[in-house]
C-alpha cells in the first residue's frame, strides 16, 4: 500500500521553538556540572591495577624467579609457596592508600 500524500507535517524541533518566540537551543559545550563518583571496589581494582603496573619490579629478584622456573624447581612445593605468599601479605609495610 503506497500513500502518497501523507496528512502529518513534519518540520524539524528547531523550527517550531522559533515559531512560539523562543530562540534555538544551544549545543552543549562540554563543560558543565557532571561529575562521576567511583565505588570503592572500583577504586580498589583502580590502585590494583595502578600498582600492577608500576615499574617497582627487582631486577634480581625476577632474574632468579626466571632461572628457578627454567630449571622446574619453582612452585615445587606448594604449602611452602603458600605459606611464604600468607606471611608476605601478613607482615607487609604496605599500608592501603
Given at each position: 500500500m503506497k500513500i502518497e500524500q501523507p496528512h502529518v507535517?513534519?518540520?524539524?524541533?528547531?523550527?517550531?521553538?522559533?515559531?512560539a518566540g523562543q530562540s534555538p537551543a544551544k549545543p552543549a559545550t562540554g563543560v558543565g556540572q557532571d561529575?562521576?563518583?567511583?565505588?570503592?571496589?572500583?577504586?580498589l581494582v583502580?590502585?590494583?591495577v595502578r600498582a600492577a603496573s608500576a615499574d617497582t619490579d627487582r631486577p634480581d629478584a625476577?632474574?632468579?624467579g626466571r632461572a628457578?622456573?627454567?630449571?622446574?624447581?619453582?612452585?615445587?612445593?606448594?604449602?611452602?609457596?603458600?605459606?611464604?605468599m600468607i606471611d608476605a601479605l601478613l607482615h607487609s609495610d604496605d599500608s592501603p592508600a
Open positions: 507535517k513534519l518540520e524539524l524541533a528547531s523550527r517550531i521553538g522559533e515559531k561529575a562521576v563518583r567511583l565505588s570503592s571496589d572500583l577504586r583502580d590502585q590494583a625476577v632474574a632468579r628457578l622456573m627454567e630449571s622446574g624447581t619453582l612452585g615445587g612445593d606448594v604449602e611452602r609457596l603458600a605459606d611464604r
